[in-house]
């Protein structure tokens, strides 16, 4: 059987409102022929009507192969994992989300050669505009340290620069839970369009994620317009089951997510993954003490990584996560976006 194509991608996801906006799609098609829109809230990705394989009869399926909104939603909790920690990062990085255990790892594997890009996100430090973005140096990636993960941005789109164009072949890939979905089913995939991603793809780390927001409906609609707080004025954004926005000034603003519906795009709705059970590591605040990161460490790969940051006193490891707490918000979340 012929595999599918952008075609029924779009039926079934694009069309329905399920899509994550998590980029693979981007990234992978061999035409170049699909992308995002800027600025479109909500919005599927779009074509421009070539497709080797609806319109040569080569076949290809990449697209399809790559989407985390085929088949069906994880629906554990935690997951499996080898080992929880709360973990602080050693290093001093200044607009640290938690213990900065993240990027104190990353920038270790960097500085260690154990990798040798990381696609994640980046923002405008005024604007706080997300972009998705190829890093390559540790003083880079600590400068660029932060609460960015709040906004949507189709970050695997920078796996195209990252695996084609720049040939890198030791990456690691920070993102929710869609974003660690589609690298999931990227590295299970037989498709040999995808394999060049799977093979170049090192390590995973995967974010707790209630939702992510539009940057322009939550900038301009909410937080400015409502709460008069201009986006130079932010600090670090965190979601817990209400969105707190640190200002500056060391001021904290509590917005509650019953007044951010406008502002989620529609295919979050359709996630039930809190904790990224599919990543090598997962991270995120709830579940250890203010000023930690709880650590989901889920594979051996995975765990060398922490070991290797650990070794090199780069993080600080504690056995005090809170298991409870990280399995009530994903409960929440299941039970909210299951019936979807």
């Known amino acids: 059987m012929a595999a599918k194509s952008y075609l029924d991608l779009k039926k079934e996801v694009w069309d329905t409102g399920r899509c994550s906006g998590c980029g693979a799609c981007v990234a992978v098609c061999p035409a170049d022929s699909i992308r995002f829109s800027e600025g479109e809230m909500g919005t599927a990705p779009k074509s421009n009507g070539y497709c080797k394989q609806a319109s040569d009869a080569v076949p290809c399926g990449a697209c399809y192969g790559a989407c985390p909104r085929v088949g069906e939603q994880p629906s554990e909790t935690i997951g499996t994992y080898l080992r929880l920690a709360s973990a602080k990062a050693v290093r001093d990085i200044p607009h640290r989300q938690s213990g900065g255990a993240v990027t104190a790892i990353l920038a270790h594997a960097l500085d260690a050669g154990l990798i040798d890009a990381v696609v994640t996100v980046t923002h405008d430090p005024w604007t706080k505009k997300p972009s998705s973005v190829v890093i390559t140096r540790s003083d880079v990636l600590v400068q660029q340290a932060g609460s960015r993960y709040s906004w949507w941005v189709p970050l695997l789109a920078s796996l195209k620069e990252a695996v084609i164009r720049r040939k890198f072949q030791r990456i690691a890939v920070v993102g929710v839970p869609c974003v660690v979905q589609a690298v999931a089913r990227i590295r299970a995939s037989d498709n040999d369009l995808l394999q060049p991603f799977a093979k170049a793809i090192r390590l995973v780390f995967g974010l707790f994620c209630t939702e ?54 529609s295919g979050c709705h359709y996630c039930t993954d809190l904790t990224s059970v599919y990543a090598d590591i997962s991270a995120g605040a709830v579940g250890s003490p203010a000023g930690s990161t709880t650590l989901v460490i889920r594979t051996a790969t995975g765990n060398g990584f922490v070991e290797s940051a650990q070794r090199n006193n780069q993080v600080t490891l504690a056995e005090t996560v809170d298991t409870a707490a990280i399995e009530k918000l994903a409960l929440a979340k299941i039970k909210r976006n299951s019936k979807k």
Do not use: W
């Open 212 to 265: 992510t927001f539009d940057y322009s409906a939550l900038v301009n609609g909410k937080i400015r317009d409502q709460y008069h707080i201009e986006p130079y004025e932010i600090r670090k954004m965190d979601v817990k089951g209400k969105l707190e926005i640190t200002k500056q000034d060391g001021n904290t603003v509590i917005v509650p997510l019953s007044e951010l519906d406008a502002c989620i795009r």
